[in-house]
Protein backbone atom coordinates (compact mmCIF):
# COMPACT_ATOMS: atom_id res chain seq x y z
CA UNK A 1 0.00 0.00 0.00
CA UNK A 2 1.41 3.33 -0.75
CA UNK A 3 0.13 6.52 1.33
CA UNK A 4 1.05 10.20 0.64
CA UNK A 5 1.59 11.85 3.94
CA UNK A 6 3.44 14.84 5.82
CA UNK A 7 5.58 14.37 8.70
CA UNK A 8 7.18 16.60 10.59
CA UNK A 9 6.25 19.07 8.08
CA UNK A 10 8.09 17.25 5.26
CA UNK A 11 6.57 15.28 2.10
CA UNK A 12 7.05 11.62 2.52
CA UNK A 13 5.60 8.67 0.61
CA UNK A 14 5.00 5.22 2.27
CA UNK A 15 4.88 2.10 1.15
CA UNK A 16 3.59 -0.37 3.78
CA UNK A 17 3.47 -3.70 4.21
CA UNK A 18 1.59 -5.73 6.89
CA UNK A 19 3.40 -7.24 9.50
CA UNK A 20 6.49 -5.22 8.65
CA UNK A 21 9.75 -6.47 10.01
CA UNK A 22 11.82 -3.50 8.85
CA UNK A 23 11.53 0.02 8.16
CA UNK A 24 13.61 1.33 5.27
CA UNK A 25 14.02 5.55 5.65
CA UNK A 26 15.31 7.28 2.43
CA UNK A 27 16.10 10.72 1.56
CA UNK A 28 14.86 11.36 -2.17
CA UNK A 29 14.88 14.38 -4.93
CA UNK A 30 12.31 14.65 -7.56
CA UNK A 31 14.64 12.09 -9.79
CA UNK A 32 14.36 9.52 -7.33
CA UNK A 33 10.91 9.75 -6.43
CA UNK A 34 10.41 8.44 -10.24
CA UNK A 35 12.51 5.35 -9.67
CA UNK A 36 10.22 4.54 -6.30
CA UNK A 37 7.80 1.98 -7.29
CA UNK A 38 10.11 0.14 -9.54
CA UNK A 39 13.19 0.11 -6.52
CA UNK A 40 10.27 -1.26 -4.11
CA UNK A 41 9.04 -3.93 -6.78
CA UNK A 42 12.93 -4.67 -7.33
CA UNK A 43 13.55 -4.95 -3.50
CA UNK A 44 10.02 -7.49 -3.25
CA UNK A 45 11.76 -9.63 -5.83
CA UNK A 46 14.79 -10.04 -4.14
CA UNK A 47 13.62 -10.38 -0.70
CA UNK A 48 10.63 -12.37 1.07
CA UNK A 49 10.37 -10.59 4.07
CA UNK A 50 8.38 -7.90 4.71
CA UNK A 51 8.98 -4.49 5.20
CA UNK A 52 8.12 -0.92 4.99
CA UNK A 53 9.75 2.10 3.01
CA UNK A 54 9.39 5.70 3.80
CA UNK A 55 11.46 8.12 1.15
CA UNK A 56 11.75 11.52 2.69
CA UNK A 57 11.68 14.58 0.41
CA UNK A 58 15.00 17.11 0.42
CA UNK A 59 14.17 20.67 -0.50
CA UNK A 60 18.02 21.23 -0.80
CA UNK A 61 20.27 19.09 -1.38
CA UNK A 62 23.62 20.52 -1.33
CA UNK A 63 22.21 22.15 1.91
CA UNK A 64 20.60 19.64 3.63
CA UNK A 65 22.67 16.38 2.68
CA UNK A 66 26.34 17.57 4.18
CA UNK A 67 27.89 17.39 7.48
CA UNK A 68 29.89 20.51 7.31
CA UNK A 69 30.22 23.42 4.58
CA UNK A 70 32.23 22.63 1.39
CA UNK A 71 33.67 24.67 -1.67
CA UNK A 72 31.55 23.81 -4.78
CA UNK A 73 32.53 21.00 -6.70
CA UNK A 74 29.73 20.92 -9.76
CA UNK A 75 27.95 24.18 -10.48
CA UNK A 76 28.41 27.51 -8.60
CA UNK A 77 26.72 26.41 -5.02
CA UNK A 78 28.76 25.71 -2.37
CA UNK A 79 27.64 22.62 -0.07
CA UNK A 80 25.91 23.07 3.50
CA UNK A 81 26.26 21.72 6.81
CA UNK A 82 22.88 20.78 7.18
CA UNK A 83 23.23 17.09 7.90
CA UNK A 84 23.32 17.60 11.60
CA UNK A 85 19.64 19.42 11.62
CA UNK A 86 18.71 16.58 9.15
CA UNK A 87 19.75 13.81 11.54
CA UNK A 88 17.97 15.68 14.56
CA UNK A 89 14.75 15.91 12.54
CA UNK A 90 14.86 12.30 11.64
CA UNK A 91 15.62 11.15 15.41
CA UNK A 92 13.76 13.82 17.27
CA UNK A 93 10.83 14.87 15.18
CA UNK A 94 10.42 11.84 12.25
CA UNK A 95 10.98 8.59 14.22
CA UNK A 96 8.52 9.10 16.89
CA UNK A 97 5.65 10.83 14.90
CA UNK A 98 6.03 7.50 12.72
CA UNK A 99 5.78 5.74 16.20
CA UNK A 100 3.38 7.33 17.06
CA UNK A 101 1.13 6.19 13.93
CA UNK A 102 2.15 2.92 14.39
CA UNK A 103 4.13 3.01 11.12
CA UNK A 104 7.41 2.15 13.38
CA UNK A 105 7.29 -0.25 15.95
CA UNK A 106 10.96 -0.30 17.98
CA UNK A 107 10.48 -3.30 19.87
CA UNK A 108 9.52 -4.92 16.59
CA UNK A 109 11.28 -3.71 13.30
CA UNK A 110 14.94 -2.68 12.37
CA UNK A 111 15.11 0.72 11.32
CA UNK A 112 17.66 0.70 7.77
CA UNK A 113 18.60 4.07 6.35
CA UNK A 114 19.57 4.11 2.81
CA UNK A 115 20.26 7.03 -0.29
CA UNK A 116 21.53 7.95 -3.19
CA UNK A 117 24.60 10.22 -4.18
CA UNK A 118 24.52 13.08 -2.04
CA UNK A 119 22.17 10.73 0.19
CA UNK A 120 24.44 8.12 0.37
CA UNK A 121 27.33 10.45 1.86
CA UNK A 122 24.30 11.79 4.52
CA UNK A 123 23.20 7.87 5.21
CA UNK A 124 27.24 6.89 5.82
CA UNK A 125 27.56 10.04 7.86
CA UNK A 126 24.22 9.23 10.38
CA UNK A 127 26.01 5.73 10.86
CA UNK A 128 28.54 7.11 12.45
CA UNK A 129 26.56 9.28 14.55
CA UNK A 130 23.92 7.26 15.95
CA UNK A 131 23.12 3.56 16.44
CA UNK A 132 19.73 4.05 16.58
CA UNK A 133 20.21 2.81 12.23
CA UNK A 134 20.76 -0.59 12.84
CA UNK A 135 22.17 -1.06 8.45
CA UNK A 136 23.32 1.66 6.39
CA UNK A 137 23.05 1.65 2.70
CA UNK A 138 25.52 4.24 1.50
CA UNK A 139 24.36 3.87 -2.80
CA UNK A 140 27.15 5.49 -5.02
CA UNK A 141 27.95 7.46 -1.82
CA UNK A 142 29.68 11.30 -2.36
CA UNK A 143 32.96 10.25 -0.55
CA UNK A 144 34.73 12.36 -2.76
CA UNK A 145 33.23 15.10 -0.43
CA UNK A 146 36.07 17.50 0.79
CA UNK A 147 37.36 15.93 4.40
CA UNK A 148 35.41 12.40 4.32
CA UNK A 149 37.72 10.29 4.21
CA UNK A 150 40.13 12.32 6.86
CA UNK A 151 36.60 11.92 9.05
CA UNK A 152 36.18 8.38 8.43
CA UNK A 153 39.36 7.88 9.53
CA UNK A 154 39.28 8.78 12.96
CA UNK A 155 35.50 7.25 13.82
CA UNK A 156 33.83 3.77 14.00
CA UNK A 157 30.52 3.55 12.85
CA UNK A 158 27.52 2.91 15.28
CA UNK A 159 26.05 1.55 13.05
CA UNK A 160 26.33 -2.64 12.82
CA UNK A 161 26.32 -3.18 8.87
CA UNK A 162 26.95 -0.69 5.82
CA UNK A 163 26.37 -1.67 2.35
CA UNK A 164 28.65 0.33 -0.11
CA UNK A 165 28.24 0.71 -4.06
CA UNK A 166 29.37 2.40 -6.82
CA UNK A 167 29.57 2.13 -10.57
CA UNK A 168 32.15 0.83 -12.30
CA UNK A 169 32.17 4.21 -14.48
CA UNK A 170 31.82 6.34 -11.97
CA UNK A 171 36.21 7.46 -11.22
CA UNK A 172 36.50 7.95 -14.62
CA UNK A 173 33.96 10.95 -14.43
CA UNK A 174 35.70 14.67 -16.01
CA UNK A 175 35.96 16.21 -12.76
CA UNK A 176 38.66 15.35 -10.88
CA UNK A 177 37.49 15.64 -7.37
CA UNK A 178 34.47 13.30 -8.72
CA UNK A 179 37.00 10.71 -10.10
CA UNK A 180 38.53 10.22 -6.68
CA UNK A 181 35.38 8.85 -5.44
CA UNK A 182 36.92 5.06 -6.40
CA UNK A 183 39.94 5.55 -4.21
CA UNK A 184 37.19 7.25 -1.66
CA UNK A 185 35.48 4.03 -1.27
CA UNK A 186 38.25 1.94 -1.69
CA UNK A 187 39.85 3.15 1.37
CA UNK A 188 36.18 3.00 2.82
CA UNK A 189 35.79 -0.64 2.41
CA UNK A 190 39.31 -1.03 3.87
CA UNK A 191 38.48 1.17 7.12
CA UNK A 192 35.53 -1.04 7.77
CA UNK A 193 37.18 -3.90 7.21
CA UNK A 194 39.95 -3.07 10.00
CA UNK A 195 37.38 -1.98 12.27
CA UNK A 196 35.46 -5.49 11.98
CA UNK A 197 32.26 -3.90 10.85
CA UNK A 198 29.65 -6.17 9.07
CA UNK A 199 30.12 -4.62 5.59
CA UNK A 200 30.49 -5.46 1.78
CA UNK A 201 31.48 -3.09 -1.33
CA UNK A 202 29.54 -3.90 -4.67
CA UNK A 203 30.51 -2.63 -7.79
CA UNK A 204 28.13 -1.86 -10.77
CA UNK A 205 28.36 -1.19 -14.52
CA UNK A 206 27.93 1.69 -15.32
CA UNK A 207 28.40 5.59 -14.39
CA UNK A 208 26.68 8.03 -11.65
CA UNK A 209 23.01 7.69 -13.68
CA UNK A 210 23.01 4.04 -14.13
CA UNK A 211 20.18 1.87 -12.23
CA UNK A 212 19.75 3.85 -8.86
CA UNK A 213 16.65 2.38 -8.25
CA UNK A 214 17.86 -1.39 -8.86
CA UNK A 215 21.23 -0.08 -6.90
CA UNK A 216 18.95 1.22 -4.11
CA UNK A 217 16.96 -2.33 -4.06
CA UNK A 218 20.42 -4.37 -3.89
CA UNK A 219 21.45 -2.16 -0.81
CA UNK A 220 18.73 -2.55 1.39
CA UNK A 221 18.42 -6.12 0.34
CA UNK A 222 22.04 -6.53 1.24
CA UNK A 223 20.89 -4.93 4.91
CA UNK A 224 17.77 -6.78 5.26
CA UNK A 225 19.62 -10.70 4.98
CA UNK A 226 22.45 -9.62 7.76
Known sequence: MKLQLVIAERECSLYEEKEAAFLLLQPVDDHDLEG?????????????????LLTVKVNDWQQELTPWKAPAVFGKVPFGDGAPDKLRLYTEQLLPALEKRGIYRPAEMRLLLGGYSLAGLFALWAGYQTAVFKGIA???????????????????????????????KEEKARNPVMASV??????????LAEQGICHTLEWNAGNHFVDADIRMAKGFAWLMKQ
Do not use: C, H
Open 138 to 168: AVSPSVWFAGWTDYATSRKPLSTAVYLSLGD
Open 182 to 191: GNAIRRQDAL
Open 36 to 52: MDSEVETLKSLTSKPFS
